[in-house]
T-cell receptor, first 112, second 113 residues
Framework: KAGVTQTPRYLIKTRGQQVTLSCSPI?????VSWYQQTPGQGLQFLFE???????NKGNFPGRFSGRQFSNSRSEMNVSTLELGDSALYLC???????????FGDGTRLSIL | ELKVEQNPLFLSMQEGKNYTIYCNYS?????LYWYRQDPGKSLESLFV?????AVKQEGRLMASLDTKARLSTLHITAAVHDLSATYFC?????????????FGEGTQLTVNP
């Protein structure tokens, strides 16, 4: 059974640009969550999508947005990139709220 | 706002020794997860604890949950080098629906021969 797939694995951007990250969940999983991991702030929740609807949102500025498609694949977009957006972005999928979230390998975003 | 604290944040131990990692959280929850992360890798699910008194064991690791004390422990028995990694606990906030998790800072475990 294929795991959570995130693309791309690595990305280098400059300040002011925008970026789109992609996540394909495990087959059958309808919940997709996004997290940002940095050495200073640790793992922080960005948002969660379930059946194409945003179900939860973390404390991030509006520059961070996401969406989920009918096949449960999800994308995350960050506009007007800042140096502080450099991080590992992790996507996780789960079957339901009482099941563990399975994480992808992440996209490492570097802002120059 | 839900807060999750782990201690210790850094743990260096010898092979064969036992130790416990603690995870305290600030608001009511009955869903707690433990994850392992190796350097440069993603998070691997270790345990899911869903009720007060829940205890799960896998190999040399055992996790427990006390929802009244808002405390979970991850006990390591007879540590081996392969257990070296960073361990995170994560708690689901009952005030929000869905799968939103708040993570602890992580405990970086190093097992020395």
């Amino acid at each position: 059974k294929a795991g959570v797939t995130q693309t791309p694995r690595y990305l280098i951007k400059t300040r002011g640009q925008q970026v789109t990250l992609s996540c394909s969940p495990i087959s059958g999983h309808r919940s997709v969550s996004w997290y940002q991991q940095t050495p200073g702030q640790g793992l922080q929740f960005l948002f969660e999508y379930f059946s194409e609807t945003q179900r939860n949102k973390g404390n991030f500025p509006g520059r961070f947005s996401g969406r989920q498609f009918s096949n449960s694949r999800s994308e995350m977009n960050v506009s007007t990139l800042e140096l502080g957006d450099s991080a590992l972005y992790l996507c996780a999928s789960s079957l339901d709220v009482n099941q563990p979230q399975h994480f992808g390998d992440g996209t490492r975003l570097s802002i120059l | 706002e839900l807060k999750v604290e782990q201690n210790p944040l850094f743990l260096s131990m010898q092979e064969g020794k036992n130790y416990t990692i603690y995870c305290n959280y600030s608001t009511t929850s009955d869903r707690l997860y433990w994850y392992r992360q190796d350097p440069g890798k993603s998070l691997e699910s270790l345990f899911v604890l869903l009720s007060n008194g829940a205890v799960k064991q896998e190999g040399r690791l055992m996790a427990s949950l006390d929802t009244k004390a808002r405390l979970s422990t991850l006990h390591i028995t007879a540590a081996v080098h392969d257990l070296s990694a960073t361990y995170f606990c994560a708690v689901a906030d009952l005030e929000t629906s869905g799968s939103r998790l708040t993570f602890g800072e992580g405990t970086q475990l190093t097992v020395n021969p």
